[in-house]
């Protein structure tokens, strides 16, 4: 079965956007955003913040950063206890930030025996599947028979057997993070290269893919056994993630809204906020995931805003209770279903909110 994934991207993937995946998509593959081997074993007594999921999540993937074999080593086995359907080990990642650290993220692929050994160590103390996410290259390592070299080392070492890639290298000196997203460019001739000289091992291209269409060309045209998209799920969640059961895993459409899409949402924000005291999660990061829910729709900036001055009004008053996602999301706005024809005049609790609100 293809895979589709929603990448890892710090800042983004939090429980609260997989919560809006989820809802969107039952099929999708969701990855948590990195966690550094170090920070796990740093908060041995403490692991739930960093590690829990809602048993919905699934299949939901764990991100492991590091470098240093006995913190990975430790670190996977203490994920182990949570049930993660795979663990992935980030040599993607270009920031100077983690880069500095030694050997880290992008720059790891420059080390492929190390990385073998890594996801030697990691596999040993884990129960599910292990998987790598690179570059095609970094900096003026940056041949195909230098990518090929670290996919045979990297695979002959580990039990690795499937290999998620970026299709542009990183440049780890002179650009930013952002920078290098989009600035090498993409090959994605590379990974189908590595599929015809690889062919017992799996790949994942990932890097530049902005629709399901393009998702469908590259597994069936291509063969490519998965796709992985980033900031096309975080930005359109609604054009990519929605469609992905029906389009991708060939499922009845589920013809879901985006109103019943808000309902499920309010129901999972409201059974978390201010779980783990202190107001945390707080409104800001729960009202998050769904700022671009109405993307591309007339008015979409206005339900931006209007979630920005509401989110404002409630973290003033400082109270749980002044929180209502019915309020901001739903009742307010119902122009915005509306616009969107999702205004179907069903009896949800949002005309309910609307007629106690007005
Ligand atoms: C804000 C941001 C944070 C990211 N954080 C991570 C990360 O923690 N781990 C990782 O492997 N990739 C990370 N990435 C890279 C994405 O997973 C993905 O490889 C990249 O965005 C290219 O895919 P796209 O063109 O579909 O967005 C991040 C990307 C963005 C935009």
């Known amino acids: ?72 080593s430790k670190a996977a086995k203490l994920v182990s206890a949570f049930g993660y359907d795979e663990i992935n080990f980030n040599c993607g990642c270009p920031s100077s930030k983690v880069a500095g650290h030694g050997c880290f993220g992008a720059r790891l692929m420059l080390s492929p025996r190390l990385v073998g050994e890594a996801m030697q160590a990691i596999a040993e103390e884990s129960s599910a599947p ?66 015809r000289d690889f062919p017992d091992l799996q790949f994942t291209l990932n890097g530049g893919i902005t629709t399901v269409e393009q998702v469908n060309y590259l597994i069936t045209d291509k063969g490519v056994n998965g796709v992985m998209l980033g900031r096309a799920a975080y930005n359109t969640p609604w054009c990519t993630l929605a469609r992905a059961d029906s389009c991708i895993y060939g499922m009845p459409e589920r013809r879901i809204t985006r109103r019943q899409v808000l309902r499920e949402y309010e129901e999972y924000a409201e059974s978390v906020i201010g779980k783990y005291g202190n107001n945390k999660p707080g409104i800001r990061v729960l009202v998050k995931p769904v700022a671009n829910l109405f993307h591309g729709e007339k008015g979409s900036s206005r339900w931006r ?22 309020f901001v999301l739903s009742s307010r706005f119902p122009e915005f279903f509306r616009a969107a024809g999702e205004d179907n005049g069903g009896s949800s609790i949002f005309c309910a909110g609307l007629s106690s609100i007005l």
Not at 23 to 40: F, H, P
Request: some cysteine; charged content about 20%.
């Open 1 to 72: 079965m293809p895979q589709c994934s929603v990448a890892p991207m710090m800042e983004w993937t939090d429980n609260h956007f997989r919560a809006l995946a989820r809802i969107l998509s039952r099929c999708s593959w969701l990855y948590t955003e990195m966690v550094v081997a170090e920070t796990i074993v740093h908060h041995e007594n403490d692991l739930e913040r960093w590690l829990e999921f809602p048993a919905a999540q699934h299949p939901i993937v764990l991100q492991l950063g590091g470098s240093n074999l006995a913190n990975l």
């Open 130 to 195: 292990v998987t790598v996410k690179c570059r095609i290259g970094v900096d003026d390592s940056d041949s195909y028979d230098q990518l090929c070299n670290f996919v045979s080392t990297v695979s002959s070492l580990s039990p690795t057997r499937h290999f998620i890639i970026h299709a542009r290298k990183a440049l780890l000196e002179g650009l930013s993070p952002a920078q290098n997203r989009v600035a090498p460019p993409l090959k994605y001739e590379y990974v189908l290269a590595l599929m």
């Open 305 to 326: 805003q209007a979630i920005d001055e509401h989110v404002r009004h409630a973290k003033a008053s400082n109270t749980l209770s002044s929180f209502s996602l019915r």
